[in-house]
């Protein structure tokens, strides 16, 4: 029983990880139909920051820098691929170019770090445990999951309360629309892509204490992170929650009972939620088409 | 007899806007149906209902007799009930042949085959260059469909859905961007056609009209609003009052401004 | 990825005699390429053999996602999977059953049909990017289910194939390797061709150019989509088979994310749609992989991801788009 409590509580931060970095993908991908590609490598930029800016076991206030140089990174690369990927009128050539600029980024980053293993030990003060039902649990994976909770509400109160946000959801709905009402939906699908990709970043910063840094974990993510968004539907916030808190369970249980299944448990996972309900569990409304 | 297709009180609505309201309509079997009325009187959702491609709100299709509302386009359409699209809808990688030979190996169930080439199919590649004489392509049957003119893409259109053998085949403006020789090529074919055929038309041009149709049907708002032979839908004096005011009757049937 | 489009169209071309000839052109140009190739091992040494012989068994694998992407017009990224099926089935048989080549071809045959059909059904009910996401997740759990199960040697590969024997006897050489997956490659490839020149192939097409006009013409996109699906699974998995008869290794890489794209960018480099181009194409990424990354340090894939993006900004309609643009203008004038 006390040992299921630890894997749901894995579960929960895995699901915040997967949230703060599916989000990007998903949004992304509801406004302009481009799937990136380069997201598990942009997640990978942010966990190997970690590991050059705090990887000697450094305090708070190096862990806080780390965040911060890998949002702007994140951010950087993000704006970059917009522009990229708005320069490339097809869907595929979009696909094939976040694809080549995942390779060069995660290559660029073995180049510079190596192919070990870099393992990360959370900052100083976070990195007990607590006691929770008898069993000792790991404070920072406890802050984890407070941010993946705050993070939701702020992503929620953004998109889906305030004028930024209706354009947002506008545009994942009925793209020409919003562009034929005049509202100039450049900026805001480069400040999506740019800030989704910023939020990848800081998910690697973040789960460096859990998952570490490693070339191969951008695929790992990817994949990860493409299953949210198919499970939870395709452009919407509120799927990507759901898909993320879901996955992550999945994902707990089966490395913690089956470790040998677990991606199979993964596929399968989708593979109901898909039989089930085609277009993802929450998917964004969209314009009806006639 | 059974009529070929039948529309009994067929709804389509967005939301609070009913765009195809509660239409009834009986087209005998080898009639020429003509459906007449301004732009956006409702009748490409009209066909996209009837023809599967949009779901109806209420009302039921009935084809031959037998109830399709049901049934999924692609269903309707092998059992005879198929349509061609206001905006040339083709196959614009394929060739010109391809564009016609697909519907013909459907129709002679051959579409799924790969132990040969389909040049060796010689009934399916014989007949869709038939279809393609018919509507005075055939020369141009080895081009890509891409590099047809827009006139020529209509006249495609026509040839992929009669080679498909429907019952009843339902033209969305066909005529519309085709030359005047081509629009006589296109009104001597329909003439034409078996009279086991039967076919509804949407129709701007109204010398095609009258000089095509049995009957016509007036669609206003989505409503009928006129049903009956091509003379007395001319001189119906509800029609005329309903749109017209003091108008002539051709003006308001050809959208105004055409 | 459209043709290049004129203003004014051209006028009516009475029939064109040009087509019998090119016919009798495309049958003079498969011979002689495959006599050259045949000659290979005649000329060249045991290591650029071994080589072409890893292009061929890649570029069967490259032939399936031409099936899907070019002629179907589903883009994939999940083929590597079904590759990688096909070659631990043949490393499988040929640990523990029998050395013989046509076994092994035949039962990752069996293997990559199973392997599509279980999978394909959830993939092939999307659409463009929808599709390539699905594909892509389907690919990397079968990736990582690779790295992970024991039964198959987990992250460390299954070692220990016998070298492969063809009717009996053991080839002696790299040479005799090259031709048996000569071969076999040869065959696939005349399957695919015969697939695209088909009315199935037709119909393929036509999905690819316009899904709704086939259902309003009658069809069901599904089943031949679903078809077209585990067709490639079974071609993949004959790649990943030959793969396993070269290296005689299979190892959870052989199936990754980077097999899968550079799959796609040999399809692309090549020209989506015909046949020869992608091939080529296969034996250009290779290339580039296996010998240009020694130049810079084992970093082929950064090359690669370069490669990528020029390719995007370059050539949207690959090698075979160059090939055919001249002809289309000394067709116009």
């Not at chain 3, 140009?29 to 890893?54: D, E, F, I, K, N």
Request: one cysteine or more; glycine letters at 12%.
């Amino acid at each position: 029983m006390d040992t299921y409590l630890v894997t749901v509580l894995n579960g929960l931060a895995m699901g915040s990880l997967l949230f703060a970095i599916a989000l990007g993908l998903s949004l992304v991908f509801g406004m302009m139909d481009v799937l990136n590609l380069a997201h598990g490598a942009i997640y990978l930029v942010g966990a190997y920051v970690a590991v050059a800016l705090t990887g000697d076991g450094a305090g708070p206030a190096m862990f806080v820098a780390a965040v911060l140089a890998a949002a702007a990174a994140g951010a950087v690369l993000g704006g970059a691929l917009a522009g990229m990927t708005r320069a490339t009128p097809h869907h595929l050539d979009q696909a094939l170019l976040t694809l080549g600029v995942a390779l060069v980024v995660a290559e660029s980053l073995t180049v510079v770090f190596g192919s070990d293993v870099h393992s990360l030990a959370a900052p100083a003060p976070l990195d007990g445990g607590v006691q929770i039902l008898g069993q000792t649990y790991p404070v920072y994976r406890l802050l984890v999951i407070a941010f993946g909770a705050i993070l939701a509400l702020v992503v929620y109160r953004l998109v889906e309360r305030s004028r930024l946000g209706a354009v947002i959801r506008a545009t994942v709905a009925d793209r020409a629309m919003v562009s034929a009402l005049g509202i100039d939906t450049g900026r805001v699908l480069v400040g999506v892509f740019a800030a989704g990709a910023a939020l990848a970043a800081v998910g690697g910063v973040l789960a460096g204490p859990i998952l570490g840094a490693q070339p191969g974990l951008d695929e790992k993510v990817l994949l990860l992170a493409l299953v949210v968004v198919v499970v939870g539907g395709l452009g919407s916030v509120r799927g990507a929650l759901l898909g993320a808190v879901l996955i992550g369970q999945v994902q707990a249980l089966g490395v913690a009972l089956l470790p040998e299944y677990a991606s199979f448990l993964l596929f399968a996972a989708m593979a109901a939620v898909l039989l089930m309900r085609p277009a993802g569990l929450l998917p964004a409304p969209t314009a009806v088409r006639a | 007899m059974t009529p070929a297709l039948r529309l009994e009180g067929l709804t389509r609505s967005y939301g609070s806007l009913t765009a195809v309201d509660h239409v009834d309509l009986t087209v005998a079997r080898g009639e020429r149906h003509a459906l007449i009325g301004p732009n956006g009187a409702g009748k490409s959702t009209l066909f996209a209902t009837v023809a599967g491609t949009l779901r109806a709100t209420s009302g039921r299709v009935l084809l031959n007799g037998r109830d399709v509302t049901a049934l999924s386009e692609s269903e309707r359409a092998r059992r005879g009930l198929l349509r061609t699209y206001q905006h040339s809808s083709l196959f614009l990688g394929c060739t010109v042949l391809d564009n016609v030979a697909l519907a013909v190996q459907r129709v002679q169930r051959v579409a799924h085959r790969f132990d040969r080439p389909a040049r060796g199919f010689r009934r399916v590649q014989a007949r869709a260059l038939e279809h393609l004489e018919s509507v005075g392509l055939a020369g141009r049957a080895h081009d890509t469909a891409s590099e047809l003119s827009h006139g020529e893409r209509r006249q495609l259109e026509v040839a992929m859905v009669l080679a498909a053998e429907p019952a009843v085949v339902m033209f969305d403006e066909p005529t519309a961007g085709m030359s005047a020789a081509e629009t006589e090529r296109f009104a001597t074919l329909l003439e034409g056609l078996p009279r086991s055929l039967t076919v509804v038309i949407v129709e701007h041009d109204l010398d095609v009209v009258f000089r095509l149709a049995d009957r016509v049907t007036v669609l206003h708002l989505g409503a009928v609003l006129a049903s009956g032979p091509p003379a007395a839908i001319r001189s119906d004096e509800a029609v005329r009052a309903a749109y017209l005011g003091a108008a002539r009757t051709e003006d308001l049937f050809t959208g105004g401004a055409r | 990825m459209k043709a290049v489009e004129t203003t004014a169209p051209a006028p009516a071309v009475a029939a064109r005699p040009r087509r019998p000839a090119r016919r009798g052109r495309a049958v003079a140009a498969a011979v002689t390429a495959a006599a050259l190739l045949a000659a290979v091992p005649l000329v060249l040494g045991a290591y650029p053999v071994s080589m072409m012989t890893r292009m061929l068994a890649f570029a069967v694998l490259v032939l399936s996602v031409d099936l899907l992407t070019g002629i179907t017009g589903m883009p994939t990224l999940g083929q590597a999977a079904y590759f990688g099926v096909g070659a631990y089935t043949a490393a499988l048989v040929g640990v523990h059953l029998t050395s013989d080549g046509a076994v092994q071809v035949a039962a990752a045959l069996l293997a990559g049909l199973a392997a599509a059909a279980v999978t394909g059904w959830i993939a092939v009910r999307a659409h463009g990017i929808v599709f390539l996401m699905l594909t892509l997740a389907i690919g990397e759990s079968v990736h990582q289910l690779a790295d992970t199960w024991s039964l198959v040697g987990g992250g460390n590969g299954l070692a220990g194939m016998p070298p492969v024997s063809v009717l009996g006897t053991a080839l002696p050489a790299a040479g005799f390797v090259y031709w048996w997956v000569l071969a076999v490659a040869a065959a696939a490839f005349a399957v695919v061709a015969l697939v695209a020149r088909s009315p199935y192939g037709r119909t393929l097409r036509g999905i690819r150019d316009n899904e709704a006009r086939m259902r309003a013409l009658g069809y069901r996109p599904g089943p031949a989509k679903f078809g077209v699906f585990c067709l490639a699974g079974a071609v993949a998995a004959v790649g990943g088979a030959l793969w396993a008869a070269q290296v005689r290794f299979v190892s959870p890489g052989d199936l990754g994310f980077e097999v899968a794209a550079l799959a796609l960018l040999s399809v692309v480099i090549g020209g989506s749609g015909t046949l020869w181009g992608p091939c080529l194409g296969a034996a250009l990424v290779l290339l580039v992989r296996d010998n240009l990354s020694a130049h810079v340090g084992g970093h082929g894939a950064l090359v690669l991801g370069a490669v990528f993006v020029a390719v995007v900004f370059t050539m949207p309609r690959g090698l075979a788009g160059l090939a055919r643009r001249p002809r289309r203008t000394e067709a116009r004038s």
